[in-house]
């Protein structure tokens, strides 16, 4: 099945910086990567997402990129505001049956002021 | 808010007891999907449901089972519980259309504890 890594897992950066995540996944069929935002008890909530057809995808401050050859994805968070601080999860799927979420480990983002 | 409800928010049990977590999915959504999140395993598939119909199974418990109804929404049962069940149980639900992988919305999760 699918098996995806994702690193750092804990990142601290002061406030404007930008902040990257980095994930591999490893079964070449996945086509959808979604991250997802969660707060402490909170639910995860997307903040963005890419298709396999898509090399990469910007909304305001954060972009996602997708290398499909090497398998790996990444997220970029720019001008870090305190709000950003949470964990973050990367996550791939297939389409119809193989639909479910297959999630990395997670990493816990702080900006500090 | 994403539309998913879940019910109830807490639930705190006995070891060898059975509980009955209860979603209701997005209107239009066909598809449900149970998360487990434990703070050593991380968010972890279990079982998805689309109208009705079992669709796929991640590592679900032989001592847990899932169902949906005809009104959508959908139960998760875990009976025997265990001290290791203790976690936040997470519904998701999508569309799936059945072409391009829908974005799945989370409900505010159930926290399950053990004693």
């Known amino acids: 099945g699918e098996n995806v890594e994702q690193h750092p897992s804990t990142l601290s950066v002061q406030e404007g910086d930008s902040a990257v995540i980095k994930c591999t996944y490893s079964d070449s069929a996945s086509n959808y990567f979604p991250w997802y935002k969660q707060e402490l008890g909170k639910r995860p909530q997307l903040i963005i997402d890419?298709?396999?057809?898509?090399g990469e995808k910007k909304d305001q401050r954060i972009a996602v990129t997708l290398n499909k050859t090497a398998k790996h994805f990444s997220l970029h968070i720019t001008e870090t505001q305190p709000e950003d601080s949470a964990v973050y999860f990367c996550a791939a799927s297939g389409t119809g049956t193989a639909s479910k979420l297959t999630f990395g480990t997670g990493t816990r983002l702080q900006v500090t002021l | 808010d994403s539309g998913v409800t879940q019910t109830p928010k807490h639930l705190i049990t006995a070891t060898g007891q059975r509980v009955t977590l209860r979603c209701s999915p997005r209107s239009g959504d066909l598809s449900v999907y149970w998360y487990q999140q434990s703070l050593d395993q991380g968010l972890q598939f279990l079982i998805q449901?689309?109208?009705?119909?079992?669709?796929a199974k991640g590592n679900i418990l032989e001592r847990f089972s899932a169902q949906q109804f005809p009104d959508l929404h959908s139960e998760l049962n875990l009976s025997s519980l265990e001290l290791g069940d203790s976690a936040l149980y997470f519904c998701a639900s999508s569309v799936v259309s059945g072409g391009l992988t829908d974005t799945q919305y989370f409900g505010p999760g159930t926290r399950l504890t053990v004693l």
């Open positions: 890419i298709r396999s057809n898509v």
């Open positions: 449901y689309y109208n009705g119909e079992e669709r």
